[in-house]
């Protein structure tokens, strides 16, 4: 939410003047004791006096009926004036300090310390009231609702509330700007305690779900299995030519498309690219030559219906490859054969194979299929394809993948060599007599699906309709099922909705099981609540909204050293965040994962460890145990990942 500043802070007037010999502090003694006990007999007739202008307000006001200043909690009119020279607490202000300075809080400040002081302040004010007071208004608007889950939605009202209380206050500018600071404190403070409300909510256990007939897959209704392949690999490996090739040899593009896509590279002098523009279609794309964000492609199989997520290779886009690794059931790692071309792109330092290595791995891709592109450019030679994969086996072997996993392919993209069928190059086949690449694919295991559990999917992108006024939530199906017309919740609000209508594979559909890649459209819900990197979930079964959690990491190799204190970017599912080390709890044996010890000052290369970080803004999260979809975690830094694990324990601060 935005934050307000306040351009004329400096011109705060404190009610004191700048000379201090204006104020005269020689006053009668005698005079004031008489004040007081005239104090005190207004206050017995049900009135208040005004600090400033003296005027006899009834004792249900809240606000000066003249001047329209704030009254004054204490009674003893000008005796509390000097409270308005407390220092501004930058870490945890009080409603009070936010009265007199007219300040939002800090969002990197401590928030459950504020919350504390927000109560103490209430609880040592309310003996000397004898009537509500704003901060008790503005306590009540935010837990009223502690039996459900609060929303941003709530909060307008409770802001209304407060503007209205204060109408007639418009006359003083500086009430105005303290208004302002509450309303913005009470925004924030509503946006922490998602968390805490969820967890209230939270009653039901997922072990006690029971799914209903029509969640249940059924065998007979389709026989071809759901596969996410994504496309990983060193910038210009060739991924997308091999994607936009495969799709044409399977019809999935036509000749007509396939020519326009010909003569549109011509004319730029970029003819080898033709197959690449079938999935690059943005103009920045096919000027720069490279894949920027995920490519969404659809093909069948002997067995599988494929989900081709073709991802882009250049170090600066990593974050969109972790987008499309997180959907992937399995992996085609696509490697440049040519000279020079390999050891770029395997360089520890600016090369990109390794790392989609490691992160397809940390996100539980298990089958990857490596594919040895333009082999026609080192002339089919055999000798350099033992050398290619004898470095890349030893290094994906390092990364825990198992060799019954890993399948080798030799191919050429741009010469349809071993793309769909048997290898019609001589120099090749007399060699290699194993499988094409779509056998392959057909080789590849689909992973059982959650169908029977509560509704789960991480939101990867979000389609807004001006015209027609709705919004859809684009991802894949981590668990459960939905059809048009069944409830769910979006997180982190809260808000909840109705399915109006579902898409799966570009097409229209009743029932979208876990493993389906969607596009969900919504109804009765703010189109404003929806956001890349937020959950779809059951209304019964909530996820956790966190900012402090515990992980379990593994120090990459070649990474920077994890200091208390580092700055790191939080990537999990689609969400991403920035992030603080706040401890560093212990060091792992990398075998057993016992301790062996604790609080270490720095964490180095191929470590393993426990560390704690607090995140500036909250997100949907679970244990690995309750989810290892929403439980995988990636630390970036420098635009390189440093470190992967999964979140161990989720900490609510209190």
Same mark, same amino acid.
């Given at each position: 939410?935005?934050?307000?500043?306040?351009?004329?802070?400096?011109?705060?007037?404190?009610?004191?003047?700048?000379?201090?010999?204006?104020?005269?502090?020689?006053?009668?003694?005698?005079?004031?004791?008489?004040?007081?006990?005239?104090?005190?007999?207004?206050?017995? @007739?049900?009135?208040?006096?005004?600090?400033?202008?003296?005027?006899?307000?009834?004792?249900?006001?809240?606000?000066?009926?003249?001047?329209?200043?704030?009254?004054?909690?204490?009674?003893?009119?000008?005796?509390?004036?000097?409270? #308005?020279?407390?220092?501004?607490?930058?870490?945890?202000?009080?409603?009070?300090?936010?009265?007199?300075?007219?300040?939002?809080?800090?969002? /990197?400040?401590?928030?459950?310390?504020?919350?504390?002081?927000?109560?103490?302040?209430?609880?040592?004010?309310?003996?000397?009231?004898? =009537?509500?007071?704003?901060?008790?208004?503005?306590?009540? =608007?935010?837990?009223?609702?502690?039996?459900?889950?609060?929303?941003?939605?709530?909060?307008?009202?409770?802001?209304?509330?407060?503007?209205?209380?204060?109408?007639?206050?418009?006359?003083?500018? @500086?009430?105005?700007?303290?208004?302002?600071?509450?309303?913005?404190?009470?925004?924030?403070?509503?946006?922490?305690?998602?968390?805490?409300?969820?967890?209230?909510?939270?009653?039901?256990?997922?072990? #006690?779900?029971?799914?209903?007939?029509?969640?249940?897959?059924?065998?007979?209704?389709?026989? &071809?299995?759901?596969?996410?392949?994504?496309?990983?690999?060193?910038?210009?490996?060739?991924?997308?030519?091999?994607?936009?090739? %495969?799709?044409?040899?399977?019809?999935?593009?036509?000749?007509?498309?396939?020519?326009?896509?010909?003569?549109?590279? @011509?004319?730029?002098?970029?003819?080898?690219?033709?197959?690449?523009?079938?999935?690059?279609?943005?103009?920045?794309?096919?000027?720069? =030559?490279?894949?920027?964000?995920?490519?969404?492609?659809?093909? #069948?199989?002997?067995?599988?219906?494929?989900?081709?997520?073709?991802?882009?290779?250049?170090?600066?886009?990593?974050?969109?490859?972790?987008?499309?690794?997180?959907?992937?059931?399995?992996? +085609?790692?696509?490697?440049?054969?040519?000279?020079?071309?390999?050891?770029?792109?395997?360089?520890?330092?600016?090369?990109?194979?390794?790392?989609?290595?490691?992160?397809?791995?940390?996100?539980?891709?298990?089958?990857?299929?490596?594919?040895?592109?333009?082999?026609? +450019?080192?002339?089919?030679?055999?000798?350099?394809?033992? &050398?290619?994969?004898?470095?890349?086996?030893?290094?994906?072997?390092?990364?825990?993948?198992?060799?019954?996993?890993?399948?080798? /392919?030799?191919?050429?993209?741009?010469?349809?060599?071993?793309?769909?069928?048997?290898?019609?190059?001589?120099?090749?086949?007399?060699?290699?007599?194993?499988?094409?690449?779509?056998?392959?694919?057909?080789?590849?295991?689909?992973?059982?699906?959650?169908?029977?559990?509560?509704?789960?999917?991480?939101?990867?992108?979000?389609?807004?309709?001006?015209?027609?006024?709705?919004?859809?939530?684009? =991802?894949?199906?981590?668990?459960?099922?939905?059809?048009?017309?069944?409830? /769910?919740?979006?997180?982190?609000?809260?808000?909840?909705?109705?399915?109006?209508?579902?898409?799966?594979?570009?097409?229209?559909?009743?029932?979208?099981?876990?493993?389906?890649?969607?596009?969900?459209?919504?109804?009765?819900?703010? $189109?404003?609540?929806?956001?890349?990197?937020?959950?779809?979930?059951?209304?019964?079964?909530?996820?956790?909204?966190?900012?402090?959690?515990?992980?379990?990491?593994?120090? %990459?190799?070649?990474?920077?050293? /994890?200091? &208390?204190?580092?700055? &790191?970017?939080?990537?999990?599912?689609?969400?991403?965040? $920035?992030?603080?080390?706040?401890?560093?709890?212990?060091?792992?044996?990398?075998?057993?994962?016992?301790?062996?010890?604790?609080?270490?000052?720095?964490?180095?290369?191929?470590?393993?460890?426990?560390?704690?970080?607090?995140?500036?803004?909250?997100?949907?999260?679970?244990?690995?145990?309750?989810?290892?979809?929403?439980?995988?975690?990636?630390?970036?830094?420098?635009?390189?990942?440093?470190?992967?694990?999964?979140?161990?324990?989720? +900490?609510?601060?209190?």
């Amino acid at each position: 939410m935005p934050r307000k500043g306040f351009s004329n802070f400096d011109d705060y007037d404190d009610g004191f003047d700048d000379d201090d010999d204006a104020y005269d502090y020689d006053y009668d003694v005698d005079e004031h004791e008489a004040a007081e006990a005239e104090e005190e007999v207004i206050a017995q @007739k049900g009135l208040w006096r005004c600090a400033i202008c003296t005027y006899d307000n009834d004792e249900s006001m809240h606000v000066c009926d003249i001047c329209g200043v704030i009254r004054q909690p204490v009674p003893g009119g000008n005796q509390t004036i000097n409270t #308005n020279t407390a220092p501004f607490k930058f870490d945890a202000p009080s409603p009070d300090d936010l009265v007199s300075n007219g300040l939002t809080s800090s969002r /990197i400040g401590p928030k459950d310390s504020m919350k504390k002081k927000e109560k103490q302040d209430s609880a040592e004010q309310n003996p000397l009231k004898k =009537g509500p007071d704003r901060s008790e208004t503005s306590s009540q =608007g935010r837990h009223d609702n502690v039996g459900g889950i609060q929303s941003f939605k709530s909060l307008p009202k409770a802001k209304a509330d407060v503007s209205k209380e204060t109408s007639s206050s418009s006359k003083n500018m @500086k009430v105005s700007e303290s208004l302002t600071g509450t309303m913005n404190n009470m925004s924030l403070t509503g946006e922490t305690e998602i968390s805490r409300e969820i967890k209230i909510r939270r009653a039901k256990s997922k072990s #006690n779900h029971k799914p209903e007939e029509w969640m249940l897959l059924d065998k007979e209704s389709d026989t &071809l299995s759901q596969l996410n392949l994504a496309i990983v690999g060193h910038v210009d490996s060739g991924k997308s030519t091999l994607s936009g090739r %495969l799709l044409h040899l399977l019809g999935r593009i036509s000749q007509k498309q396939m020519h326009k896509f010909e003569k549109e590279a @011509k004319s730029q002098g970029k003819g080898s690219f033709a197959y690449a523009w079938a999935l690059d279609e943005s103009t920045e794309e096919r000027e720069r =030559g490279i894949t920027m964000t995920v490519a969404v492609a659809y093909f #069948n199989s002997k067995r599988h219906h494929v989900v081709l997520l073709d991802s882009p290779g250049h170090k600066d886009f990593v974050p969109n490859m972790i987008a499309g690794a997180t959907q992937a059931d399995a992996a +085609i790692l696509v490697i440049d054969a040519s000279i020079g071309a390999f050891e770029a792109g395997f360089d520890n330092l600016k090369g990109q194979t390794r790392e989609h290595a490691r992160v397809l791995r940390g996100f539980g891709v298990e089958q990857v299929i490596v594919a040895v592109n333009k082999m026609d +450019i080192v002339g089919y030679s055999k000798d350099r394809f033992d &050398l290619i994969k004898q470095h890349v086996g030893s290094f994906l072997h390092s990364c825990r993948f198992k060799e019954s996993s890993l399948t080798w /392919i030799p191919l050429s993209a741009m010469e349809n060599q071993n793309l769909v069928s048997a290898p019609s190059e001589s120099r090749l086949s007399s060699w290699y007599q194993g499988p094409c690449l779509l056998d392959a694919v057909d080789s590849v295991k689909s992973p059982d699906r959650d169908v029977s559990k509560p509704l789960l999917m991480p939101i990867c992108d979000v389609v807004r309709s001006s015209s027609q006024g709705q919004v859809s939530a684009c =991802g894949k199906l981590e668990a459960g099922a939905v059809r048009p017309g069944s409830k /769910i919740m979006v997180m982190p609000s809260g808000d909840q909705g109705t399915v109006r209508s579902l898409e799966r594979d570009s097409q229209g559909c009743t029932i979208a099981r876990a493993g389906d890649n969607v596009a969900i459209a919504l109804q009765g819900i703010d $189109a404003n609540q929806v956001m890349a990197g937020g959950v779809l979930c059951h209304p019964d079964y909530p996820v956790s909204v966190a900012t402090h959690l515990e992980l379990m990491v593994l120090v %990459l190799e070649g990474a920077t050293p /994890i200091l &208390l204190g580092s700055q &790191l970017e939080f990537h999990v599912h689609h969400a991403k965040e $920035a992030a603080t080390v706040v401890k560093l709890v212990a060091m792992l044996d990398p075998k057993t994962g016992e301790q062996t010890k604790k609080s270490p000052r720095c964490l180095t290369a191929k470590q393993s460890a426990m560390l704690e970080v607090s995140l500036q803004y909250p997100v949907c999260v679970e244990t690995f145990s309750e989810s290892r979809a929403l439980g995988r975690v990636f630390l970036r830094s420098s635009g390189r990942t440093v470190a992967m694990g999964k979140v161990t324990r989720i +900490i609510q601060d209190s």
